[in-house]
C-alpha cells in the first residue's frame, strides 16, 4: 500500500472523527434530551395539567403562528376601514379633518420577540459604548483602575430586581411622554436597567485585555513616539480585541437575562411580559406556551452569543477563533 493511500485513509478518519463530535454528537445530545422529556414529561402533573411533551409544545407554537397571522389580518383590515371611511367623508367635504388612528390591538408573541431583541441590543449597544473607552482608560492607567475598581467590584453583584425599581422613578421624574414621543417609558425603564447590569464585565474584561498587551508592542510603540491615540488605535485595540469580546459575549448574555427578569417584573412589553400573562392565565394552554417561550429565549441568546463570536473573528487579527 502506498504511502499516499495511508496518509489519505488517516486523513479522512480524522475528518470523520471532526464530523462526529462538530455535527453527530450534539443532534445525538438534543435527540436523547427530546426522547427524555417526551417520558418523564407526562409523569409531572401540574394545576394545569401534565407537563407538555415536545408534541404539545410545538402545537402550542403552531397556535401562536396561527394568532399572530390572525392578528396581522386584522390590522391590515382595520386600516383597510379606516382608509375607506376617510375616503367617503373626503369625498363629501374635501375641506373635512379626518383621524388616522393607530391599531391597538394585543401584542403576539412574534411582537413580543422583536421588543425583547430590539431593547435588549439597545441597552447592550449603549453599555458596550460606555464600558470599552471605560476599560481602556482604565487599563492605561492605573490610577483610573484603582479609583474605579471599588465602584465596578460594588456594582457589579446588584440585581437588576434592584435596580429596576431606581430606573423607573428616575424615568417617571425625569422623561415626560407626548403622544409623538420618539421612546416609551417601559422601553426606557428596561433598557437602562439592562444598561447597568451589563456594563461590568466589559469594563473589567476591557481592562484585563489593555493590561497584558505584549511588553514588545509597547515598546516598539515608545520607540516609534506614537501618540496617545495612534498608541491606542495601533497596538491596544488589535492586541485586546479577544478580552474585550469576551467581556462583550459575558455582557450580552447577562443583558438577555436580566431583560426577561425586568419585563417579567415591571410588566413591560416583551417575552418577559408574555411569560408572566400565561402564567397568571391559567389556562390549560398555559404551560405549553410558557415553555415555548422558554425555548425562545434559549435560542435567541444562542444566536446573540454566535453572532459575537462571528463579529469576533472578522475583526480580530487571529483567524483561527473557534465558533464554540
Known sequence: MSTQSIESRT????????????????????????MLWSLLAPKVVTSLGAVPGPKQVYSQFEALVVEHKDERQK???????QETRNAKKLAKDPEATIKVRKYAGNPTFFDQIITSVVTV???????????????IVAGLSKTVYAALNPLVQIFKPVSPLAWLPIVTMIVSATYVTSDDAWF??????SAITVLLCCLWPTIISTAVGVTNVSKDLQNVSHVLRLSWWTHVRKIVLPS?????FTGLRLSLGIAWMVLIAAEMLSQNPGLGKFVWDEFQNGSSNSLGRIMVAVVVI??????????????????SWDKSVALR
Open 184 to 189: 416609551d417609558k417601559s422601553f426606557l425603564n
Open 11 to 34: 486523513f479522512s478518519k480524522a475528518d470523520f472523527k471532526a464530523f462526529f463530535v462538530s455535527f453527530a454528537v450534539p443532534i445525538l445530545g438534543v435527540l436523547i434530551f427530546l
Open 121 to 135: 441590543m439597545a441597552g447592550f449597544l449603549l453599555a458596550s459604548l460606555i464600558a470599552i473607552p471605560i476599560g
Open 240 to 244: 485586546a480585541i479577544p478580552m474585550i
Open 298 to 315: 434559549g435560542l435567541i441568546g444562542f444566536l446573540l452569543d454566535r453572532i459575537m463570536l462571528f463579529l469576533q473573528k472578522k475583526v
Open 75 to 81: 390590522q391590515v383590515d382595520f386600516y383597510e376601514r
